[in-house]
């Protein structure tokens, strides 16, 4: 991760929260000279799953990411069977992802999120 340009984390909330182990691996990062001002991009698959995200978003800025709101990017995802190739087929969903992406990139690059 040091070397990294960057993070997107999708991950899911379970009993409105973020998943323990996910949390757990966090922690192990709060004192790491590698995470502050790293940026980070989310991606939410399940939108009504806000709670997590809110959560996720807090302990992030607590580590000192760079948090880069115009990459965040909700897919309505829940209760679909749906692999890559679904997802990148549908345009609306490929657009989505697309425009988050360039907008983390130009974060990345310092051209502006």
């Known amino acids: 991760m040091g070397s990294s340009a960057g993070l997107i984390i999708a991950m899911p909330e379970y009993a409105h929260g973020v998943p323990g182990a996910f949390k757990n ?16 991009m989310l991606v939410n698959t399940a939108p009504r799953a806000f709670h997590a995200q809110s959560a996720l978003r807090e302990t992030l800025a607590t580590m000192s990411a760079r948090l880069v709101p115009e990459a965040f990017v909700s897919l309505p995802l829940t209760s679909q069977a749906i692999d890559a190739q679904a997802i990148i087929a549908n345009n609306r969903f490929a657009a989505a992802l697309r425009e988050a992406l360039d907008c983390f990139v130009r974060a990345i690059r310092g051209d502006g999120g």
């Open 25 to 40: 691996a966090l922690d192990w990062l709060v004192s790491s000279d590698v995470f502050p001002s790293k940026p980070v």
